[in-house]
């Protein structure tokens, strides 16, 4: 099977196979030595924790790489060290200069020349042949050649879309043109032959800053990254409220359905049974959109829910037995307290669509992020003896006012229909 | 001043002798004048006589010996005033004068008087059908899928052989101890014992929702774990068996510390908990279908605006107690 495939593909495109074959190894020895593995290593072992590829731009000693490659150290630079290592076997340290947690991407600088710098290009046309360089699975360097298939929308995260295999330990090398200049960095893959793209132009944003700042060091990582965060949240939000967001209908109440087009949203109810004494449905929706910080440390992400229950055969006091129960919203996710403070929460009664509400707002700030946090809201239907309804909206890494400012809009957006 | 009063404990129980012809003799052996069973008393162990101008007493045992107020007696005569502990090996009295006063008459209450509702049958009868009642109550508000009735009674049943299992123990304590089986208020305070965690379980959940707390909740809680049991049994030792407050508290107090110490314990816990971190948000979640509440009902935009400086100023402290702890 596989090789009737190889076949094939060899005689259906024997001429543009040869050019593409001779433009591939061109390539590579124009580019291999500008190309390295940079690795994270822990200081007291001298073993590596983690591994990705790095390139040499703008500069001979400046290069370019994912956050994620580099993220160990920056949440541990007394713990660990920044490392390259050449395809020629040469190891030698390496300082950080400045990052972009948004979109993965991290500048690194050697102590000495490392080769010469690839230039930067703007993204071709879509279908044209593009090269990725790195070094998969730690097995040695490698070239893959996929294809340019787009720009994803700004709603999905803006990135290129390559129909290549990139594989582990890519992550951070360079996407080439044609021409063998840098339209974007490996970032991601998933399933078959489908990998992620960042393109170049968010590296240029970085390398201008830096140009301008003498290629010195950014002084507080952990202030670049929350500043990043939160103008990446506002930026979120402010399309999000900007958007037509369009009703559903959940009980009694019209509510928003999908804020934007990144959202997913689930059905979750119960599945009713014959002798049911009260009814239940449950939607949820996610941006399934998180920025990568750390192992056990993700943020970005929007939540929101609706919950409705009703009742015909229960006297209130067993129904609200049930619908207390339902009354209980959390965030799911692995922090710790050197993470976050604990949750400070507000609860009080508000009037929404001419309904009670019991509503609370939770919030707890990070503690290394300065003016990062979680948002919690809850708002829960009260005074009618026989229905129920609960909205929770959960924003995490995110300002404060703008969380707020969405979930006003949401809740003021509410109707109800008897 | 011709007569002297022995009064003896055994188990508990006082008794008085009177002493009239004398010299008397006390002692185990049957030709005593005051027999006295204890085993650490000798068969003649003490003599007591009358002078002109008094009493004299002579220890006359070489085993265990005598003493008298706290002082051993030599084999030697010696005067004797009144009142005066004596100590007969293990055996303990008191010598006291026949003008001696007695202490007052405790006055018993009114028993099956309406108000007295520990010892009335109808107010016990009565306890144990509200208890019954709550259970039942308790556990088809908590289910909201429809069940059988005899679910609900099975579930009732195991509470009401509990409860009478404590009424037989509590009953069989004032037998032995009082000669009484006193059936009545033990099943009343059986089923108090019973029904006031649930109805304190409701008022806390009542007023978490009023005052949007969950203080109340909280509070109610922990004293029905402390105060419950001592109350009930400080309510039972005074009424039923007339025993002094002061010493009715002490009593509760020791019988429950085991108690005490298991809920201390279980609060510590607790409260280590709550004092460090967690990642789940800890607010007021109690709802009612009766909507009684003293907060008032804000235009959303208010709220979020007082809930804005409220949460400012809060996480503000909990940021400046991680940096003190970092």
Known sequence: MIRYILLLVLFSSVTQVAVALTDTSSIYEEVESSVYQIRVINNETGKKVAIGSGFVVQQDNILATNYHVVSEYVNGSDVFKLEYLSTDGETGPLELLDLDVIHDLAVVKSTKPMGKPLEISAVPEKGARLYSLGNPLDLGFSIVTGTNNGIMTQDQDGNILFSGNLNGGMSGGPALDESGKVIGVNVATQGNALGFLVPAKYLSVILDRLADNDFLPVKDRFARISEQLIANSERTIERLSGNDWGTTQIGKFLVPAELDKSMRCWDLSRVPKKDDLFRSFLTQCSNQKNTYLSKNLSLGMINYEYVWMDTEKLIPARFYTRYEKMNSSFIESDVDKSDVTNFACHTGFTKTAGQDFKTTVCRRDYLKYKGLSDMLFSTVLVGHPAEGGVFNLDVTGTNHKAAYGLFKKMVESFQWKN | ?326
């Open chain 2, 1 to 326: 001043m011709e007569k002297l009063i022995l009064e003896t404990t055994q188990r508990g129980v006082k008794s008085y002798h009177k002493l009239e012809k004398f010299p008397v003799i006390i002692g185990r052996g049957f030709d005593s004048d005051v027999i006295i069973s204890d085993v650490t008393v000798s068969p003649t162990h003490l003599k007591i006589d009358r002078l002109e101008d008094g009493f004299e007493i002579q220890n006359l045992s070489s085993e265990n010996g005598t003493k008298l107020n706290d002082v051993p007696l030599s084999e030697s005569p010696q005067s004797l005033s009144i009142p005066a502990e004596v100590r007969l090996g293990d055996f303990k009295g008191r010598i006291l004068s026949p003008t001696a006063e007695v202490a007052p008459t405790r006055i018993k209450s009114a028993s099956n008087g309406w108000f007295s509702f520990l010892s009335n049958p109808y107010w016990a009868g009565f306890f144990v059908i509200i208890t019954a009642i709550a259970i039942a109550a308790g556990k088809y508000i908590s289910t909201p899928v429809s069940q059988d009735s005899l679910m609900y009674l099975s579930k009732v049943l195991p509470a009401m052989l509990l409860m009478l299992a404590l009424a037989l123990l509590i009953a069989s304590v004032s037998r032995l101890s009082a000669h009484r089986w006193a059936f009545v208020p033990a099943l009343s305070i059986a089923s108090l014992f019973l029904l006031l965690p649930l109805v304190f379980e409701y008022i806390g959940q009542f007023l978490d929702y009023l005052l949007t707390t969950d203080w109340p909740s909280t509070i109610l809680k922990h004293s029905t774990e402390f105060l419950l049991l001592p109350i009930l049994l400080i309510l039972y030792l005074t009424r039923v068996h007339y025993i002094r407050v002061i010493s009715a508290i002490g009593i509760a107090v020791l019988v429950t510390m085991p108690v005490t110490a298991f809920f201390i314990s279980d609060m510590v816990d607790q409260m280590s908990n709550r004092s460090g971190f967690t990642p789940m948000p800890n607010y007021n979640k109690s709802l009612s279908s009766l909507d009684i509440r003293l907060k008032k009902t804000m235009e959303v935009s208010d709220f979020l605006e007082q809930s804005e400086s409220v949460l400012n100023e809060k996480v503000e402290k909990l940021l400046e107690q991680a940096r003190d702890q970092y």
